[in-house]
């Protein structure tokens, strides 16, 4: 009875939490917290909005492409990071893989689970998570090692994410390599800490979004792209494909990906085949500014075009 009573305690606890952090998140990429439930502390629920397709692994027997609707769910995602990357204090969801992201009716994706989910501290503006936290082969090599982290593991869990989109499969142990074990795991994830190992994408994966992955699979943080830069990254992309033939054969111009081997689990590709996606940033705001002034002069009085 007394160990019932101290995990019915901690479940409290937690939900608690998770309430308290979900019911002010307010954004079109977060699954919309309604209401929460019980009739004894065995059954406590969250209520949200209903999303038709389920979750973003299973996908109720829907086949996506990066032509119809991948890109699409990817950037959504980055979407719903951005918001909680810019809050203040910092949300960090910690535990980010395909699982928690849920499908609506149209397609659109949202990011759900708050359990694990931190704000950042204040005054220190890192954290230290064990590895029990988070679902391992997701975790940032920061994480696995013990070190301080922040926001930035968070986009290292989006390029494991951006994996499972590519290949419909789970990272490391999938269809191609069973599971076998605690202790291959453990290995894999040594592999994964000292920058020797990175999960595998499809051989028809689009080069510009290997390119996205490999930049956001980093082992140092300082060289991961902030969420806000993978938005406009893949609305760059967006475009991009909207006047492409075929998007799996679409490359950056300026760029030139050969880093990755798509058909077996990969390292970091070398820096001087990854897209500087600051530079790409940049050159984006550079535009939105130019054409924001022409259209200034355009409607100033006696001015004529």
């Known amino acids: 009875m007394c160990n019932e009573r101290d995990v019915g305690r901690e479940q409290v606890e937690q939900f608690v939490r998770e309430i308290s952090l979900i019911s002010g998140l307010s954004h079109p990429r977060i699954v919309e917290f309604i209401g929460a439930c019980w009739t004894i502390l065995a059954e406590l629920s969250t209520v949200t909005e209903l999303m038709e397709r389920g979750d973003l692994r299973d996908r109720r027997g829907y086949c996506l492409s990066w032509e119809s609707h991948k890109a699409d769910i990817a950037l959504h995602i980055a979407e719903a990071l951005t918001y909680l990357h810019g809050l203040t204090p910092t949300v960090i969801h910690r535990d980010l893989k395909a699982k928690n992201v849920m499908l609506n009716a149209d397609m659109e994706a949202k990011l759900s689970d708050f359990g694990i989910a931190r704000e950042r501290s204040a005054y220190d503006g890192s954290e230290h998570m064990t590895v029990g936290i988070g679902t391992s082969f997701w975790i940032a090599p920061e994480v696995l090692l013990g070190h301080d982290y922040d926001e930035r593991a968070d986009i290292y869990s989006f390029g494991v994410v951006l994996s499972e ?44 979004i290997l390119e996205l992955a490999a930049r956001c699979l980093r082992t140092d943080p300082e060289e991961r792209p902030s969420a806000f830069e993978i938005v406009l990254y893949l609305q760059q992309l967006a475009q991009d494909r909207h006047s492409s033939a075929s998007f799996s054969s679409m490359v950056r111009a300026e760029t030139a990906f050969s880093g990755i081997n798509t058909s077996a689990p990969a390292v970091t590709a070398p820096a001087d085949t990854i897209v500087n996606l600051r530079s790409a940033v940049q050159t984006i705001q550079k535009t939105q500014e130019t054409a924001s002034s022409l259209a200034t002069v355009a409607h100033a009085p006696g001015k004529r075009f």
Do not use: M
């Open 165 to 208: 989109i590519d290949t419909d499969d789970y990272p490391y142990w999938n269809a191609q390599h069973p599971p076998q074990g605690k202790a291959q795991e453990n290995e894999i994830l040594r592999l994964v800490a000292r920058d020797t190992k990175r999960p595998a994408f499809s051989d028809d994966c689009p080069p510009a």
